[in-house]
């Protein structure tokens, strides 16, 4: 005997199905579409800004002025290869310095502190973040930078430097771009190690245990399955303190000597920075030729950190994508 059908469900009013199908979700998307787009925006109009303020220097130099050395306002001479200079090779120290500090903080906070000291030490650590530059620049100069002069690099001159240019001195007043590369290395530690502590803390704990179960050590965990597994992350982390590195201003500015002629040919020298020179000479420029030049140098170093974002985004995206990613 045939089974009676079960009655059909009431019809939706028009009102049900628009609230079901996303009335309201609608207008949340256009919401924080609109907050994206305003981001995407503003690195428009900051491109546009720089852009037209540097035409008159774009007219008179080119960018031939890059692969220049020199710098006298007076005159009419700008060359900006000593401040690209600067920027690149004191951001590689602070890199080279900061990010292997980094990502052993935040293993040993995500894997290896005791309970109790993981909250005190990740407080101390995001609190590095919360100081000011300014408050940077002050303890370099006052502080570090005799320590540095004294017990640093006067002795790996002397020693090392006779067969290495790039650790050759003389060491004047201290302050240089090995300096510079420190302070902003203390200034990016706590970004990279909040950001590889959070990222080692989503690991699954399946990779771990799955480690655990065939004998392996604690060690032997970390190094083979959390941070294998969360290597994007930690790529992405390294890639944002360096970009603050490279738009850093005035900690740079008081430690690394603001020479602005010719490229140094040791990292102990007095040299400068993209944004130390803007910083120094926008406010006071002579005419307006020096002002689109300093503009032109920041365009030029708004281009620098797109393309290492774009240079990092890619990395993390492949990274992602191979075996041990976070999306396989």
């Known amino acids: 005997m045939a089974q009676p059908k079960p009655p059909a469900p009431p019809a939706a009013s028009p009102s049900t199905k628009f609230q079901r199908r996303g009335g309201g979700d609608t207008a949340l998307w256009l919401i924080t579409m609109g907050f994206a787009l305003v981001v995407v925006g503003l690195v428009v109009l900051i491109g546009l800004v720089t852009w037209n303020g540097s035409a008159l220097a774009r007219d008179a130099f080119g960018f031939g002025f890059l692969f220049e050395t020199g710098w006298n306002p007076v005159n009419g001479r700008f060359g ?143 190094w083979r399955a959390v941070l294998p597994y969360a290597r994007a992350g930690i790529i992405g982390a390294v890639m944002l303190g360096l970009g603050r590195a490279l738009g850093e201003t005035m900690a740079a500015l008081m430690v690394i000597g603001s020479f602005k002629s010719q490229v140094p040919g040791s990292i102990f020298a007095p040299a400068t920075t993209a944004a130390a020179l803007i910083a120094s000479e926008l406010p006071n420029a002579n005419d307006a030729l020096h002002e689109s030049t300093l503009i032109l140098i920041g365009l030029v170093l708004f281009g620098i950190t797109f393309l290492l974002n774009a240079a990092a985004r890619l990395l993390v995206w492949q990274t992602a994508r191979g075996p041990g990613g976070a999306r396989g």
């Not at 620049?137 to 930078?145: N, Q, T």
Request: glycine share 8%; proline share 8%.
């Open 80 to 222: 900006a290869l000593p401040a690209i200079y600067g920027t690149l090779v004191s951001s590689l120290i602070a890199l080279l310095v900061a990010g292997p500090l980094g990502v052993a903080i935040g293993v040993f906070l995500s894997e290896l502190c005791p309970l109790r000291l993981r909250a005190p030490l990740s407080f101390f650590v995001e609190l590095l973040a919360a100081i000011p530059s300014v408050i940077y620049g002050m303890w370099g100069i006052f502080i570090f930078v005799p320590f540095f002069k004294t017990w640093i690099a006067a002795p790996i001159s002397k020693s090392v430097g006779t067969f290495v240019p790039l650790l050759a001195g003389p060491v004047t007043a201290g302050r240089g771009l090995a300096v510079a590369g420190i302070i902003l290395a203390i200034m990016i530690l706590p970004t990279i190690a909040s950001i590889t502590r959070d990222v080692l803390r989503v690991v699954p704990n399946h990779q771990r245990e799955a480690m655990l179960a065939v004998g392996a050590t604690r060690s032997e965990v970390i």
